[in-house]
C-alpha cells in the first residue's frame, strides 16, 4: 500500500468520530511496520484520549521503528498538562510521522514537529490536506473567528449540535455556545435563523 492508502485510511477513522469529539477535532491515525497495519485509532468521544495515544497503547514496543500517518499535526502541549502526542511519538521511537494538516491549535504551533525532527524522527506534511480539511475545518474557524462554523446538512456533517438560540444577539449566542465546547453547528436549510446568520455574516458558505 501506497502513503496515501494509509492516510486515507486515518481519513477514514476520523471521520467516523465527527461530531463526537469537541471541543477537540476528530482525528485519525494508522501506525504502519514492514507495510502492515499494527495499530490504529481516532479521538475519543469529548476529545480523549488523542488518535495517536489510541494508536500507540494498542501498538505498544512495536511502534518502534513505524510510520505513524495521523491526520492532523500532533499536539507539541496539552492544555491540561499531560504527555503531548508528540513526546509519545518520540518516546515510542517511532521512524517517521506523517501527517495531513497543521494545527491551528496554540497548543500545536510546531512544537512538537520541532522535538521530534531534533530527535531524528523524518517529519513529512501535507499528504492529502485538502481531504483532512473536513476534519479540522470546525476548529479552525473556532480559532480564526471565537465562533462555532455553522452549516446547514447539506452544507456539512458530523455536527456537534443544532443551534437554537435563546436570543435574537446570534454572534453573542454563537460565542457562548463556543465557550461551552462547540465547534461545529446545524442549522435548517432554508430557515428564519439560517437566513439571519448569513445576513449577519456569521455562517459558512
Known amino acids: 500500500m501506497t502513503d496515501a492508502a494509509f492516510m486515507k485510511q486515518a481519513l477514514a477513522l476520523g471521520l467516523s468520530q465527527m461530531g463526537r469529539t469537541w471541543p477537540n477535532p476528530a482525528v485519525g491515525c494508522v501506525i504502519i511496520k514492514d507495510g502492515v497495519v499494527i495499530a490504529e485509532g481516532a479521538t475519543g468521544d469529548g476529545g480523549r484520549p488523542h488518535a495517536e495515544e489510541v494508536a500507540l497503547d494498542k501498538a505498544g514496543a512495536a511502534a518502534r521503528g513505524a510510520t505513524t500517518y495521523?491526520?492532523?499535526?500532533?499536539?507539541?502541549?496539552?492544555?491540561?498538562?499531560?504527555?503531548?502526542?508528540?513526546?509519545?511519538?518520540?518516546?515510542?521511537?517511532?521512524?517517521?510521522?506523517?501527517?495531513?494538516?497543521?494545527?491551528?491549535?496554540?497548543?500545536?504551533?510546531?512544537?512538537?514537529?520541532?522535538?521530534?525532527?531534533?530527535?531524528?524522527?523524518?517529519?513529512?506534511?501535507?499528504?492529502?490536506?485538502?481531504?483532512?480539511?473536513r476534519l479540522i475545518a470546525p476548529t479552525a474557524h473556532y480559532h480564526r473567528t471565537g465562533r462555532p462554523l455553522v452549516q446547514t446538512e447539506a452544507e456539512g456533517a458530523g455536527f456537534d449540535a443544532e443551534f437554537n438560540p435563546e436570543s435574537d444577539d446570534l454572534e453573542a449566542e454563537l460565542v457562548a455556545w463556543a465557550g461551552r465546547g462547540y465547534r461545529h453547528l446545524s442549522v435548517a436549510a432554508g430557515s428564519d435563523i439560517a437566513h439571519a446568520l448569513r445576513a449577519s455574516g456569521l455562517m459558512a458558505g
Open 70 to 133: 495521523v491526520t492532523l499535526e500532533p499536539c507539541g502541549q496539552r492544555s491540561n498538562g499531560g504527555c503531548s502526542c508528540s513526546q509519545r511519538l518520540l518516546e515510542a521511537s517511532v521512524a517517521r510521522v506523517v501527517y495531513a494538516c497543521d494545527d491551528p491549535s496554540p497548543f500545536a504551533s510546531h512544537i512538537g514537529i520541532e522535538r521530534m525532527a531534533a530527535a531524528g524522527i523524518a517529519i513529512e506534511n501535507g499528504l492529502m490536506a485538502d481531504k483532512a480539511d
